[in-house]
């Protein structure tokens, strides 16, 4: 009932505000729609596609199969758990997310090897780390690097700290174990390939298809609240007092206009502190994204408060391994020789703001699209369903 009377007040406030500032909220409307348009939506369809075809021709048996002894050793997870960090890992959070839902149904993880599994699959996609934060906020492709190192370590300590709490509490499970006991480690992953693929029996055009359809069905979901963030967050800084001022900041709701904020607040600050935050926010996801993560596990028995405990400890993590380990990763880069011309290693005179290179605000305009890359990304794309086609019509020959 709580929950209830909070959403309706959320509501009605958002109603009312949008009425009261009509111009405000078109333009944060727009705002949400652009960061989706050029920035979501071509860094995530490809793995999405990608997701549901592995899905149909057996690669995720076949990738269980082999990293089942690892997953095993490192995480406690069993093997197909490494398809989902691998997924989730590239293709950003949504991605991440149904994966570990699919996992969850076919029952090849119990309840808390899943749970444990999404929060470490849902991270942000490495091209918002590499490409917008690094290059494009920062105007430093190594710095790009230097935080997605941060957060994917800090994703992995995490991990292991959750396995050792879980076996603390005595945490089990069983799990619906894969067809690995075979004669050869790497036959065995070609067996698992194809009982994977006769298992889903069907053709290539029929996957493709409903891989297309689903993936965008999903993109609209995750633009739906990017836009809803986006809107929420300009009104609540019109309406909301100074003192609670902090309740509107963009990383709490929003990845993108998150990360924006915080390099233009804290760009006279020192370099630890400046990449320790944007590691947090990048580490954290918004509201938006944990928002994505709920739709996608809704049918399983996977709950959003364990995900939410585990992504605030994510982001302490990233914030202090970004602060401890900046000037280890600054003498390595000099070590090498990276000109300070490229890279923000030189000396900073004290009070400089060395990253202050646009206005005060948040424009989306600004942030830089990632459709250039779509083409290469395709063209592997385009590679894999050559040899995913090729399979097929091997199958159905040997019929």
């Keep these: 009932m709580t929950r209830t009377l909070i959403f309706a007040a959320a509501s009605l406030w958002l109603v009312s505000a949008i009425i009261r500032y009509p111009d405000e909220a078109f333009h944060s409307a727009l705002q949400g729609l652009e960061i989706w348009w050029n920035i979501v939506f071509p860094g995530l369809l490809p793995f999405l596609v990608l997701a549901e075809l592995m899905l149909a021709f057996g690669v995720m048996h076949m990738l269980g199969a082999l990293l089942e002894p690892a997953c095993r050793r490192l995480l406690g997870l069993p093997g197909p758990a490494g398809w989902a960090l691998a997924l989730g890992w590239s293709g950003g959070f949504s991605a991440g997310a149904e994966a570990v839902a699919s996992l969850r149904q076919r029952e090849w993880l119990s309840r808390g090897e899943a749970q444990r599994l999404l929060s470490t699959a849902h991270m942000t996609n490495p091209m918002v780390m590499l490409i917008v934060v690094g290059a494009g906020f920062l105007h430093q492709p190594l710095l790009g690097l230097y935080l997605a190192l941060i957060v994917w370590l800090a994703a992995l300590l995490g991990a292991w700290l959750g396995r050792l709490a879980d076996r603390a509490g005595g945490g089990s499970g069983d799990t619906r174990r894969l067809r690995t006991a075979r004669p050869a480690w790497l036959g065995g992953?070609?067996?698992?390939?194809?009982d994977g693929r006769a298992e889903d029996g069907r053709g290539l055009g029929k996957a493709l298809g409903d891989a297309v359809a689903t993936g965008v069905q999903k993109l609209m979901l995750a633009g739906g609240m990017i836009i809803v963030c986006a809107l929420a967050i300009r009104l609540l800084r019109l309406d909301l007092p100074n003192p609670l001022a902090p309740v509107s900041f963009a990383g709490l709701y929003e990845l993108h206009l998150g990360a924006y904020a915080v390099i233009d607040r804290l760009a006279g600050a020192s370099p630890e502190l400046l990449l320790g935050a944007t590691a947090a926010v990048l580490?954290?996801?918004?509201?938006?994204?944990?928002?994505?993560?709920?739709s996608a596990v809704a049918h399983t028995d996977l709950r959003l408060a364990p995900l939410l405990r585990a992504k605030l400890g994510h982001a302490a993590l990233a914030f202090g391994a970004a602060y401890v380990l900046?000037?280890?990763?600054?003498?390595?880069?000099?070590?090498?020789?990276?000109?300070?011309?490229?890279?923000?290693?030189?000396?900073?005179?004290?009070?400089?703001?060395?990253?202050?290179?646009?206005?005060?605000?948040?424009?989306?305009?600004?942030?830089?699209?990632?459709?250039?890359?779509?083409?290469?990304?395709?063209?592997?794309?385009?590679?894999?369903?050559?040899?995913?086609?090729?399979?097929?019509?091997?199958?159905?020959?040997?019929?």
């Excluded at 992953?189 to 194809?194: E, I």
């Excluded at 923000?344 to 459709?371: H, K, Q, Y």
């Excluded at 995913?388 to 019509?393: A, F, K, P, R, V």
């Design 189 to 194: 992953a070609m067996q698992a390939l194809a």
């Design 283 to 294: 580490a954290w996801g918004g509201w938006s994204n944990l928002l994505q993560a709920h």
């Design 326 to 399: 900046w000037r280890p990763f600054r003498a390595a880069a000099d070590a090498f020789g990276l000109s300070p011309q490229t890279h923000v290693f030189g000396d900073r005179e004290a009070g400089s703001s060395w990253l202050r290179t646009w206005p005060a605000g948040i424009d989306a305009t600004d942030m830089p699209s990632l459709w250039p890359l779509l083409p290469h990304a395709l063209l592997a794309f385009a590679l894999l369903l050559l040899l995913l086609g090729s399979s097929s019509i091997l199958r159905i020959r040997r019929r």
